[in-house]
T-cell receptor, first 111, second 114 residues
Framework: RKEVEQDPGPFNVPEGATVAFNCTYSNSASQSFFWYRQDCRKEPKLLMSVYSSGNEDGRFTAQLNRASQYISLLIRDSKLSDSATYLCVVPSGTGRRALTFGSGTRLQVQP | NAGVTQTPKFQVLKTGQSMTLQCAQDMNHNSMYWYRQDPGMGLRLIYYSASEGTTDKGEVPNGYNVSRLNKREFSLRLESAAPSQTSVYFC?????????????FGQGTRLTVV
């Protein structure tokens, strides 16, 4: 099983829709998780951090299910500007000092 | 307000040539990383450095070497470039553990090996 797995999409949704992405991880010892956003040909940027059961920031909600080892990202009232690739990130490596990225889920919000 | 600075932004190499990608951060972060991203794919970790003086291999280290010159700088060297190393290379840095683990990225180096 890959350390971090995501559905690559693409998810094509109309403006105003609610969309959810899932990310599964293999190491049950992981404590903190992140969602990054990456626009085409740009560097990834932090969207949200998840340390306990979940986190909410405006239209974005991240939830953690430790028993099933997955995290999810929910986007409500989608905007055209939300179109991007969303990357799930899990600490890994020796002493959990590295960061492993999922391959990303592409979202395309359509007018 | 520089954050993570990578140089160069673009590079074309011939097969067999060598080059060093430079990365510097001004956030006093302990950890630094080099990733590569191939078209339509996610980021794959090449090497990382958890602190000054230490380096560890990531998922795809073959063909690369790194140097953590000091706390600020982490360089990536291609000794003999191959077309398979055509990619976008991102350097990143982060604090250590917990809420300080968020990574900040440089703008990337677009490398083409012909």
């Amino acid at each position: 099983r890959k350390e971090v797995e995501q559905d690559p999409g693409p998810f094509n949704v109309p403006e105003g829709a609610t969309v959810a992405f899932n990310c599964t991880y293999s190491n049950s010892a992981s404590q903190s998780f992140f969602w990054y956003r990456q626009d085409c040909r740009k560097e990834p940027k932090l969207l949200m951090s998840v340390y306990s059961s979940g986190n909410e920031d405006g239209r974005f909600t991240a939830q953690l299910n430790r028993a099933s080892q997955y995290i999810s990202l929910l986007i409500r009232d989608s905007k055209l500007s939300d179109s991007a690739t969303y990357l799930c990130v899990v600490p890994s490596g020796t002493g959990r000092r590295a960061l492993t990225f999922g391959s990303g889920t592409r979202l395309q919000v359509q007018p | 307000n520089a954050g993570v600075t990578q140089t160069p932004k673009f590079q074309v190499l011939k097969t067999g040539q060598s080059m060093t990608l430079q990365c510097a951060q001004d956030m006093n972060h302990n950890s630094m990383y080099w990733y590569r991203q191939d078209p339509g794919m996610g980021l794959r970790l090449i090497y990382y450095s958890a602190s000054e003086g230490t380096t560890d291999k990531g998922e795809v280290p073959n063909g690369y070497n790194v140097s953590r010159l000091n706390k600020r700088e982490f360089s990536l060297r291609l000794e003999s470039a191959a077309p398979s190393q055509t990619s976008v290379y991102f350097c990143a840095s982060s604090g250590t553990g917990g809420m300080r683990s968020e990574a900040f990225f440089g703008q990337g180096t677009r490398l083409t090996v012909v």
